[in-house]
């Protein structure tokens, strides 16, 4: 099993363009996670979906989309980046159970947006 | 909204204990997780407390007291490598996870 998966592992962009960044897991799982980790900050929720067919704004849903395409894949999609926008963006998944919700993490995609 | 606070760094000796606290403001959640991230790397799960009490994972221990809205995470026989960073997070309805801004930890020789 590879777990979570994301693609691509490094970007640059110039302001204005738009890209839009994969995830895709493969353990069955109910919910999924976009978040965007800042240096030396700690992880900020961008959407996440809690089961197939829903998505929700988290903390920093600003200028970025999602879609969640089917139960194994949820994009995150700048329509038009902004030097603010550079971060490290992590997508997670979880069974999306109460009594524990361990999310699994993907290895990140490195943004850079000039 | 919810928000954590826990401390920015933290700093033991090696095979000490070190406790990492988190207190949290919400009106509601289902559980406390505690998350590991070393330097370039993805954040891994620990622990996660859905109910009052103490969870125990070999070295990791993590704790939750919903009333004093309050928990911590527990690391004995400190080792070089848990050098890294330490999130709280809360996971309230819908799923939607929290995270505090993260505990560095060092451990020292």
């Known amino acids: 099993n590879a777990g979570v998966t994301q693609t691509p592992k490094f970007q640059v962009l110039k302001t204005g363009q738009s890209m839009t960044l994969q995830c895709a897991q493969d353990m069955n799982h109910n919910s999924m996670y976009w978040y965007r980790q800042d240096p030396g900050m700690g992880l900020r929720l961008i959407y996440y979906s809690a089961s197939e067919g829903t998505t929700d704004k988290g903390e920093v849903p600003n200028g970025y989309n999602v879609s969640r395409l089917n139960k194994r894949e949820f994009s995150l999609r700048l329509e038009s980046a902004a030097p603010s926008q550079t971060s490290v963006y992590f997508c997670a998944s979880s069974e999306g159970q109460a009594r524990i919700n361990e999310q699994f993490f993907g290895p990140g995609t490195r943004l850079t947006v000039l | 909204g919810q928000s954590l606070e826990q401390p920015s760094e933290v700093t033991a000796v090696e095979g000490a204990i070190v406790q990492i606290n988190c207190t949290y403001q919400t009106s509601g959640f289902y559980g406390l997780s505690w998350y590991q991230q070393h330097d370039g790397g993805a954040p891994t799960f620990l622990s996660y407390n859905a109910l009052d009490g103490l969870e125990e994972t070999g070295r990791f221990s993590s704790f939750l007291s919903r009333s004093d809205s309050y928990g911590y995470l527990l690391l004995q026989e400190l080792q070089m490598k848990d050098s890294a960073s330490y999130f709280c997070?809360?996971?309230?309805?819908?799923?939607?996870?929290?995270f505090g801004a993260g505990t560095r930890l060092f451990v020292k020789a």
């Open positions: 997070a809360l996971t309230t309805g819908g799923f939607k996870t929290i």
